[in-house]
């Protein structure tokens, strides 16, 4: 099939900055390291918002206006953003100093405000801290769970008559009184092996699982996960780095093809505080429960997979008889999606399905045809109908009201998203919200009631703004952040050009290209070009975004900076798209990586000498496969966090997409990096964190003994005690990335 390769206009870049630093410096118009790193170029970020009575108000942290640095809580009325001060900072005062506020919650009647500060982090989050309750009646501020050591708590909730609150302490959940501190443990074998109300690391990483219990809507029964992780390998980290004698981190980590740890839900009666053990279909230790959620007093919805994540059934259980009945099982061939990887979604969530129709259905997407689709599954009788008949993908769901849904999509253009409104009937009638002026990504907040929203605009051509909006209007209320300085900053700088286009392979796949050109781009010469890759399903890279700071310092020194979406990535483009990557990561989505970049280097502006590529954790993995497989193509590689093997990764995400290596071995092999190290040609830079939880250092080792042993030459760098970020630690980002420029510019140097 002949080769097309398709330019759209170009598009003039625009990316806001704030300053801070001298003119002298801002007058230079050019991008350095040291200058990206020095704090001027600050951006505006909104505060965490709850909405409160149906979506007509919300509260939300905010600066004080009168204790320099503390924070306090904000009342908005949504229709007219009528402010009002709701907690202020000096009644949070403990010790003469105010708390930070992390994140917070109401009480049901509103009466109560659960506070969460000093937190810690667990795994990717800060999710263990101390938890204080705000009394607005009686205007006292009280600790909860006093007696136990600082920034220890996890997950408190009020109950609904917001007498007592129940949390989570070292793998066991408990009640508290929050005005006697009258403490009752409710679970007593937890101990690390055996977690009771959170999860392992693998749950947390692979299905967004933190908070592990939910109390039943009258207080009644308290459902939550109990996982057996004592037969989960330990892997053992080494910080080299704290004291003169080396400590161990063991870290409960099951690598694809060890058995999972044994999940199983229990119902807590609040009453007598025992526990009933809800006997699912299958062996604990071959199924997972990713989901549960109370439908009213008495029902609660449980989702099990079996262990090849290609099966989902939806259970219910009635506590007050026992009763368990599937309410609706899928299946399909690869895998099922539960938390559907997209740029409008952060990929992390509790997998809850959405409750409409006075809670006698729930919403659901899936696969099972050539789109992904929304259905709505009505719960007696499992009768399914097709919400969202239309040939295009939802790429995610926002609120439904007792009529219609709101989603987002893009049915034009895979590298944007937009919210759209269809009604739960499945007529087919749709309605796009977002307006023509806001093109790019847009991703929404929207209330209970479906009558307002946060919205969430960025695109190459504008930074990342926030407002508050009404609905279905999109009529703008208040701009919570503008980013107006960065706008200011932008006329000082020697801006890049950014453009879209398409490419068709040689096997006639077209792919999405973002390329980034030079200021003073001119096609009568030669420039270098440096391809940013992931090309796993967790990640779309060719969007209309923003670019960041790196990409303009690379292109300002005259690289031309290229990001492409292979099959396998979630793009927009259909289901046989993101599923033909099933068993075939390494190599469906190096080959079409590789032969997209050699169709885009037959344009004459490119240097077919000069090519760089790199990537991080799927990227970096992405970069060695096509160092190693293609290196008439790239001749330089920086490869950061690398899975060089796919057999020492975890178990919930490799099996996922590539099944069992018990039951099919050789796509592992055919897949890993490592396989083909013999064929190093160019030059390559590793990059590891040696505390990296997720892809272990390991990984590096493995691919640095197999170059040892092939007599290949390369650089590597390892991060002391560093995670899978590498983040931790003074200098450490602007050391990596001017260690990466500088092996860039050596390697494929610019004119």
Known sequence: MSTIFKILPIVVLLFNFSTTN??????????????????????QYERDIQWIENGEAYVTIESSTILKGADELVHYTSATQKRTLFVAADALKVKDKSLSIKSFSLSPDGSKVLIFTN???????????????????????????????????????FSSDHKYVYYVHRFNIYKENYKTSEVTQLTFDGDGKIINGTFDWVYEEEFGKRDGFSLSPSDKHIAFWQLDASKTGTFYMINNTDSIYSKLIPIQYPKVGQEPSAAKIGIINLTTQQTTWIPLEGNEKENYIPGIQWVHEDLLFIQQMNRLQNQLIV???????????????????????LIYPDVSSNGWGNNDLPLVASGDSFLRMTENDEWRHIYKVNIATGAKTLVTPFNFDVASMRTATNSDIFFIASPDNSTQRYLYTTDLKGKGKIKRIT????????????????????HTHQSTTTTRTVRFISLPSHKTLK??????????????????????????????????????????FDTSKKYPVLFHVYGEPWRQVAIDSQIGLWDILMAQKGYVIIDMDNRGTPCLKGSAWRKSIYRNIGVINTRDQAQAAKEILKLD??????????????????????????????????????????????NIYQERYMGLPQENMEDFVKGSPVTYAKNLEGNLLIIHGTADDNVHYQSAEILINELIKENKEFQMMAYPNRSHGIYEGKNTRRHLYTL????ILKNTPPN
């Open 740 to 743: 990466m420029t500088n092996y």
């Open 435 to 454: 307006p023509d002026s806001f093109s790019g990504l847009n991703n929404y907040n929207i209330s209970p009631n479906g009558l307002y929203a946060i």
């Open 22 to 43: 001298a003119q002298a410096i801002t007058d230079s118009g050019l991008l350095t390291i040291d200058r990206i790193y020095s704090g001027e170029f600050q951006r």
């Open 315 to 337: 259970w219910s259980y009635t506590p007050s008889t026992q009763r368990l009945s599937k309410v609706y099982t899928e299946k399909e061939d690869t895998w099922i999606d």
């Open 479 to 520: 701009t919570l952040v503008d980013n107006k300085v960065f706008t200011e900053k932008l006329a000082t700088l020697t801006l890049p050009k950014v453009h879209f286009s398409q490419v068709t392979t040689e096997e006639g796949i077209v792919i999405d290209v973002r390329m980034v050109l030079p200021p003073n």
């Open 119 to 157: 937190t810690s982090r667990v795994w990717r989050s800060n999710t263990k801290g101390d938890y204080w309750v705000y009394d607005l009646n009686a205007k006292t501020l009280k600790q909860l769970g006093a007696s136990f050591e600082p920034s220890s708590l996890m997950f408190a909730k």
């Open 605 to 650: 502006y490119l240097d077919n000498n000069r090519t760089c590529v790199w990537g991080w954790s799927g990227g970096g993995s992405m970069t060695l496969n096509l160092m190693f497989q293609f290196p008439d193509i790239y001749k330089t590689g920086v490869s950061i966090a690398a899975v060089s093997n796919q057999l020492i990764y975890d």
